[in-house]
């Protein structure tokens, strides 16, 4: 691979599967450069109509908080669909949800402080465009086909492949919003333990953060239809992975996996490239292709790991991705209950003895049921709210032995977990009861 400068032409070696490995690698810190990112998504809505927001509705609201707020537009075709300021950003989902992703923070008060904000600084501009935004896992009313597509080009490949992949594969992506934490490992080891601590623990998550039992205006049989649509997306890219509980597990183990997927697309000079289902190691093999001519590079490794879509995702740091959207103080209780869970060495070594027998079947079967039955799912012939009991008291316990007073942030879901009724339950019992089975109610319930 060949590379010309101004005075000169530098050539560099072919990209290697060690050099995958030493890209995840290159995440470690020491803990005491560990910090938290938290990302969330949001429906917007017409006031007015309840229906969703268009394109146009979209990109005002990116350009008033750009220019009030003194954010950098991202463009694309001459169209804003994005903003970013420091090391924070906003973006757009497929279907037209906004997106915070955070800066890296040291405590749960910076990342809560962030949300608050960036919330008032949408509020303060969609409230004179007559736009809500809702905070729940499924948009409640509207049919796919009342769905905006965002023209960002490389969502026409993402949508294509669900398309084909399976009936519900657009839908995850169109009108599903999460919540998610992002954080650091300081060693493969401590990934590892992270890793399966966390795939395991995701479905108990979900069903503490089930938010999503409306489709199309009514009851879907679901407490959390967001996490359940996943299982029928796309099999090899999304929900539990089981080779994380394999004592071969590591960072190479990883690169084998994502190795073997599909690539969707390249990015050539602004340009999306259309890579026909080849596989990454295709691509670094020289496999005769229309894209043979092109070399791989560490950015379209980055590029491709980032079109992988489980319930825990690995980076230069782990995400966890198995909670519904909902109201703030459940948005701020999630990295609350990862951070105490994972950043604290007794708790996260508690958990792992807990999960250790648990078998990779039982897992799967928690992955299947929790998005129906929540923390009624029976687990061991007890409820799983027991479990929730027992890792909301680990995360707890770590969070006081972080020392910054951040156990308050779980109140919002320990009140769930004391309850045993998640917030999908709540919504189904107002609209049953209060709302009298008219969905509209939700809108003003959930608006933030």
Same mark, same amino acid.
């Given at each position: ?8 032409? !530098? ?9 995958? $490995?030493?890209? %995840? ?43 009030? %707020? ?10 804003? @669909? ?7 950003? @906003? ?39 007559? *736009? ?59 990934? *590892? ?20 039992? %409306? ?13 359940? $649509? ?13 080779? !994380? ?93 990862? !951070?105490?869970?994972?950043? /604290? ?9 807990? @999960? ?6 039982? $897992? ?7 998005? @129906? ?26 969070? /006081? ?48």
């Amino acid at each position: 691979m060949v590379t010309a400068t101004a005075s000169s032409v !530098v050539t560099t070696k072919p990209l290697t599967k060690e050099d995958l $490995i030493a890209y %995840f690698a290159s995440g470690c810190k020491p803990k005491e450069m560990w910090r938290i990112g938290t990302e969330h998504e949001k429906f917007g809505f017409e006031v007015k109509t309840l229906r969703p927001l268009k394109f146009e509705q979209i990109t005002a609201l990116l350009n008033g908080i750009a220019e009030r %707020f003194d954010w950098d537009k991202v463009m694309e075709n001459e169209r804003t @669909i994005g903003l970013t300021q420091g090391m924070k950003s @906003i973006s757009l989902e497929p279907g037209g949800q906004l997106e915070l992703s955070g800066a890296p923070l040291e405590t749960l008060h910076q990342t809560c402080d962030e949300l608050h904000s960036h919330l008032h600084q949408v509020k303060n501009v969609a409230e004179e465009l007559d *736009i809500g935004f809702l905070g729940i896992g499924y948009e409640p009313k509207s049919s796919i086909q009342d769905v905006t597509l965002v023209p960002k080009r490389r969502f026409d490949f993402v949508n294509d492949h669900l398309a084909r992949a399976s009936l519900s594969g657009p839908d995850v992506f169109l009108r599903t919003c999460t919540v998610q934490v992002n954080l650091d490992y300081s060693s493969e080891n401590d990934m *590892i333990k992270k890793f399966r601590a966390s795939l395991a623990l995701q479905p108990v998550v979900t069903a503490m953060f089930a938010n999503s039992p %409306f489709s199309n205006g009514k009851p879907n049989g679901f407490l959390s239809v967001r996490s359940h $649509i996943y299982l029928d997306s796309v099999k090899n890219r999304t929900g539990m992975l089981p080779f !994380v509980f394999d004592d071969s597990f590591g960072f190479e183990r990883y690169v084998e996996y994502a190795l073997d997927l599909p690539m969707l697309f390249l990015i050539r000079n602004k340009t999306y490239l259309n890579c026909r289902g080849m596989t990454f190691r295709d691509f670094m093999s020289g496999k005769i292709s229309h894209l043979s001519k092109e070399q791989p590079t560490i950015d379209d490794w980055e590029t491709h790991i980032g079109t992988i879509w489980p319930d825990v995702r690995l980076k230069k740091y782990l995400e966890m991705r198995g909670a519904d959207g909902g109201p703030l103080g459940m948005l701020c209780a999630l990295p609350a209950f990862w !951070v105490g869970l994972l950043y /604290d060495e007794d708790s996260l070594q508690t958990t792992l003895n807990m @999960i250790d027998d648990w078998t990779p079947e039982e $897992i799967e079967m928690l992955r299947t049921q929790v998005p @129906i039955t929540g923390l009624k799912t029976m687990f061991r012939d007890m409820p799983l709210k027991h479990v929730a009991e027992d890792i909301l008291k680990l995360a707890k316990d770590g969070l /006081d032995r972080r020392g910054y007073n951040e156990t308050g942030f779980l109140n919002a879901v320990a009140e769930v977990v004391r309850t045993g009724v998640t917030p999908a339950e709540k919504l189904l019992e107002l609209y049953n009861g209060d709302w009298g089975q008219n969905i509209d109610h939700v809108f003003r319930g959930l608006q933030y």
